[in-house]
């Protein structure tokens, strides 16, 4: 196997990680949620404040994912291209 290849298939494996990563983040905030609902008789507003952590730490998590391994780390030819040349201010 290729070493390209093999790149590739390791930043598949990270980014098919996501919906792993946004589930167990939700559902940990829910569950520390509804347990502090329960030990402080507040229900429902600490589930409903954690639930909204755990849905930001997923978008988040999600976010840095995708930045960390959405894009291959070699310039492609139309990013070099639109690099402004600023040593003749005539083009």
Do not use: C
């Not at 946004?22 to 600490?46: Q, S």
């Not at 930045?67 to 600023?86: C, F, L, M």
Request: charged share 20%; glycine share 8%.
């Amino acid at each position: 196997m290729s070493e390209e290849r093999k790149k590739l298939l390791m930043r598949l494996l990270h980014l098919s990680s996501i919906g792993i990563s946004m589930a167990l983040a939700i559902v940990f905030g829910l569950v520390i949620g509804v347990y502090l609902d329960r030990w402080l008789g507040t229900k429902p507003w600490m589930t409903l404040v954690f639930l909204l952590f755990g849905i930001v730490a997923a978008f988040r998590n999600m976010f840095h994912i995708a930045r960390k391994y959405g894009y291959p780390e070699e310039e492609t030819d139309d990013q070099a291209n639109n690099v402004r040349d600023d040593s003749n201010p005539g083009t």
